[in-house]
């Protein structure tokens, strides 16, 4: 019982509590396309594709989220739209974003997600421990964005357990996992190998 008690108070010191109802929802849409699909382009020129994915990347590192559950919300709060788990074929899983903000960043722009796609392969990474990417596709008739995004069982990672996980709590949202759209169970993986580490994120 104290071997419990004491690996209680361990993970709860290293759980850092994100209450959503502190986040307000006035932000402005054309503020954030202004940003995201003028300014940052603008800046970052023709490597925006590439610099932002790789942002992504480094951004879930900075707020490593426990499980599916936590990433649909961050994606929610954060702005990013909402994410939905569609399909699952052994090592890769193809995952929806759509929503009031992606539907005016596709009409209004031409818009890189790869922020998104980053963020999303890096968590999933993080949590499943295997070596894994994502690609972007845009559905401009629909107005939704899907993910592609690929681990390869042959490359598993050592990685560290983050000193902080980011607990992302809504009081409103029942803690039911079928209230999620992201599963938290594993797909079924194989032997194939895509993408390897030593493979060039294709943008």
């Given at each position: 019982?104290?071997k419990?008690?004491?690996e209680?108070v ?8 994100v209450?959503?109802?502190?986040f307000?929802e ?5 503020g954030?396309?202004l940003i995201?699909?003028?300014?940052i382009?603008?800046l970052?020129?023709t490597?925006?594709?590439e ?9 879930a590192?900075q707020?490593?989220?426990q499980?599916?559950?936590?990433i649909?919300?961050?994606f929610d ?14 090592n890769?899983q193809i995952?929806t974003l ?6 005016a960043?596709l009409?209004?722009?031409q818009?890189?997600f790869?922020l998104e796609?980053g963020?999303?392969?890096?968590q ?18 629909a ?5 592609i995004?690929?681990s390869?069982?042959?490359d ?9 996980h980011f607990v992302?709590?809504d009081r409103k949202?029942?803690e039911?996992?079928?209230s999620?759209p992201?599963?938290n169970?594993l797909?079924?993986?194989d ?13």
């Amino acid at each position: 019982m104290t071997k419990e008690v004491n690996e209680l108070v361990s993970r709860n010191k290293n759980e850092q509590q994100v209450d959503l109802e502190n986040f307000n929802e006035t932000t402005s849409l054309f503020g954030y396309e202004l940003i995201r699909d003028v300014l940052i382009p603008n800046l970052l020129g023709t490597d925006t594709h590439e610099i932002l994915y790789w942002a992504g990347k480094e951004l879930a590192r900075q707020y490593p989220l426990q499980n599916r559950q936590d990433i649909s919300r961050f994606f929610d709060k954060a702005g990013f739209g909402l994410i939905e788990l569609n399909k699952e074929q052994r090592n890769k899983q193809i995952y929806t974003l759509s929503g009031e903000i992606v539907q005016a960043r596709l009409e209004h722009a031409q818009p890189s997600f790869n922020l998104e796609a980053g963020f999303l392969a890096e968590q999933i990474q993080t949590q499943d421990g295997l070596y894994t990417e994502a690609l972007t596709e845009i559905n401009q008739k629909a107005k939704v964005v899907s993910f592609i995004v690929q681990s390869d069982i042959k490359d598993r990672l050592s990685i560290e357990e983050p000193l902080t996980h980011f607990v992302m709590s809504d009081r409103k949202v029942n803690e039911d996992e079928e209230s999620s759209p992201i599963s938290n169970e594993l797909p079924e993986q194989d032997d194939e190998a895509l993408p390897t580490r030593s493979s060039r994120h294709e943008l």
